[in-house]
């Protein structure tokens, strides 16, 4: 997020480039303890099950709803960019993102950079896959339970950031069972803060819900938070608070000679109809499991 010369001033509050709001209520206790059975093991094994889910992921189509708004004192959104996409296949197979509503951009006080875009699209439905791990340092943190799921807690940084990518700096949630991611939380990095264009970005926590029956898909995000921008070169300090959700919806395996694998077994053809997608752990306020 870009601030915008003709916002309203806040005091500044924090070096920081932001201030978190509480995204993680509901989790149950952290056992620290080693797992069982290596961790190293275990990074293997998930990273592949992600690398599988990221082919069968790149088959379907679905619908992206995009709401990120600018919150006052009194808690109540005074600005507010609003994008319904689906995610489709042209006449030719290409994959492709077809706008279905999009009103007037009513924000105000910042305007959207494209690597808000970049992370609209891509970023907060973070796969990481074994193609793209060496990229990472990733660390066993412990087990812990969201929503009657056991599930294995690892660190995610970047090792080294190249220019013009984006990458994931958080905290994954595996499921013990399906070897899957089912939570993220963490931020897009890096921030770009120069004085006079920084580029912030918000914490953001994102859960997946099986749609197929094999694997977990995205289907809710939400970020909240004060994006602090120090200013400079005519532009003052500024603090911003922002609140953004995407939700992912009407998953459709697209016709397609590409197989799709479970373990060893070909799914392409199972004919089973997708599920009623369930989140691993919904925010509060959300719907829970029916």
Sequence with gaps: MVLLAAAPLLPAQSRD??????LDSG????????PAVPAEDIIKQFAARESEFRRALNNYTYRRVARIQQINEDNK???????????????????????????QNSLTEFMLSPSDLQDLQKGYSFVLTTEDIAQYNVEYVGRQPVDEMDCY???????????????????IWVDATDLQIVVTSGRMVPDDTKK???????????????????????????GEGMLHFAGGYGVMANDVHLRQTIKYSDY???GTKVRILYGDQDITNSGQQPQEQQP????SGQPEKK
């Design 252 to 254: 459709k395996q697209f």
């Design 77 to 103: 959104a005074t600005g507010e960019y609003y994008e319904v996409d689906d995610v489709i296949f042209d006449s030719t197979g290409r994959r492709t993102e077809h706008v279905v509503f999009a009103p």
């Design 196 to 222: 006079g264009q920084e580029d912030l970005h918000p914490l953001f926590m994102t859960w997946r819900g099986q749609s197929d029956g094999h694997y977990w898909f995205p289907i809710y995000s939400k």
């Design 153 to 171: 807690v690892f660190s995610v940084e970047p090792k080294v950031i190249e220019k013009k990518k984006r990458y994931f700096s958080g905290r």
């Design 27 to 34: 989790f149950g206790r952290m056992d620290v303890h080693p």
């Design 17 to 22: 480039t932001f201030t978190p709001m509480a």
């Design 280 to 283: 691993a752990n919904p925010p």
